[in-house]
């Protein structure tokens, strides 16, 4: 039989509650790396509507002049920003730059890897995805 | 005379300044069907740590409550528990620097439960051993008459990871760890480094085929939990992301 292994599951993996800053950005970009799917994958439905001719090309264009439709490109710009810089934080990191030197560890202990850089340029890339938003809103609602 | 009355022992009776409730997981997988939580209402100093209390608890109150414990100064590895939510060493963590009237204390996610506060680590000794955490090298220290000498730079290179108890509070903080019970975990992938990482060690090739797996070292996303509940200043992020440097090419 198989032994109940007490995993924390879904919920404890995605709660990014308890653990700094770093445990949000993992959550952060999880999300936005879905969503940007998820965009991606209605993109080219969207895109592909040009094979049905002008007219529908024409009405499936309208549906992205609507209010929802404002928001959620606004979003996408925010997901999209915060993906990307954030990604190229952790394509460094994963290569093992900018992750700290190895030490002789003392009390109380704090860990290198949780550098000042690294929360720098997350909260960094979120502040830049929301001036990118804020940027967009200004250009989507404008006039 | 000198004094050499022997300190009273402390027990719950004894007029102390704060009081906390200690709320304790129970369950016994053999017989119970969920966890029930149990409240006691403990007295506490500056200095008493959440095992004190916890033994406090056993010796007074409730002598059935099952916690593992050895050395009592982050040495052994054996008192991990989630404390207040966040894994830590029992032996470790002082109650008056939790800021809180409710201390609640469960055993780890992601290890099977024994009995109440005890987890099983099986598990993580296994993917341990898996690292082959031992110097891997031709010219053992038997057949040449020479010790390995390394200057203090060459041990700065691995020494913090050699630092590690075998505690387990990584691979329960661990995001990955907590819905893929396949994952090698921090604590391994740590080791693979410190071995690595070792002058002495001739085995890199080895272990990079080992962890370079669909459940090995790529399943690590850098979110840095390991690293915060980590007692001994291991830092298993970091030792992960230098590994995989390997594996990436940004390092030889
Ligand atoms: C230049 C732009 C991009 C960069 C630098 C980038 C970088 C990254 C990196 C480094 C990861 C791994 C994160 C980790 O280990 O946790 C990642 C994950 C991911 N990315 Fe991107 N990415 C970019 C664009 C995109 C786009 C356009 C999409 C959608 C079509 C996308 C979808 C995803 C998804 C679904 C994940 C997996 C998320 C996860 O498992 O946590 N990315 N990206
Ligand atoms: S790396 Fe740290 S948290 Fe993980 S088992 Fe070793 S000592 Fe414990
Ligand atoms: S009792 Fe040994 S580490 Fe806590």
Not at chain 2, 195 to 223: P, Q, T
């Amino acid at each position: 039989m198989k032994r109940n292994e007490n995993r924390e599951g879904i919920k404890g993996m995605a709660n990014p509650g308890r653990y700094g800053i770093e445990r949000v950005s993992y959550w952060l970009m999880r999300i936005t790396g879905l969503g940007l799917l998820a965009y991606l994958i209605g993109h080219i439905y969207e895109t592909s509507s040009i094979l049905n001719g002008k007219s529908v090309w024409d009405s499936m264009l309208q549906l992205t002049q609507t209010t929802q439709g404002h928001v959620i490109l606004t979003l996408v710009i925010g997901m999209c920003v915060f993906h990307t810089v954030n990604g190229i934080r952790l394509m460094l990191g994963h290569g093992g730059i900018g992750v700290g030197k190895p030490t002789r560890p003392d009390y109380p202990y704090i860990p290198n890897s949780q550098n000042m850089k690294n929360k720098l340029c997350i909260y960094a890339s979120i502040g830049v995805a929301a001036l990118a938003m804020m940027y967009g809103l200004s250009v989507l609602f404008g006039e | 005379m000198a004094n050499t009355q022997i300190a009273e022992e402390q027990s719950s009776s004894e007029v102390s300044s704060k009081t906390v409730t200690l709320k304790i997981a129970k369950f016994n997988p053999e017989h119970d069907s969920g966890t029930q939580f149990v409240d006691f209402k403990v007295q506490y100093e500056r200095w008493t740590t959440v095992l004190d209390a916890i033994l406090d608890v056993k010796e007074h109150l409730d002598h059935s409550v099952a916690v593992r414990y050895s050395c009592r100064q982050a040495s052994c590895g054996s008192c991990g528990m989630k404390i207040n939510g966040r894994p830590r060493l029992a032996c470790f963590t002082k109650i008056s620097e939790l800021d809180s009237d409710v201390i609640t204390v469960e055993p780890m996610n992601n290890y099977p439960i024994v009995r109440d506060l005890v987890v099983d680590l099986e598990g993580m000794f296994d993917t341990h051993k898996k690292m082959k955490p031992f110097i891997i090298n031709e010219d053992s220290e038997i057949t040449n008459t020479k010790e390995f000498l390394q200057t203090p730079e060459q041990i700065e290179e691995y020494i913090q990871f050699a630092n590690c108890i075998k505690c387990g509070l990584c691979n329960s903080a661990c995001p990955t760890m907590a819905t893929d019970s396949s994952f090698l975990g921090p604590q391994a992938l740590t080791q693979a480094y410190r071995y690595v990482a070792d002058n002495r060690d001739k085995g890199k090739n080895e272990r990079l085929k080992i962890i370079d797996e669909s459940h090995g070292i790529w399943r690590c996303h850098f979110a840095g939990s390991c690293s915060q509940v980590c007692p001994k200043g291991v830092d298993p992020a970091m030792g992960i992301q230098l590994l995989r440097g390997y594996l990436l090419g940004f390092r030889k």
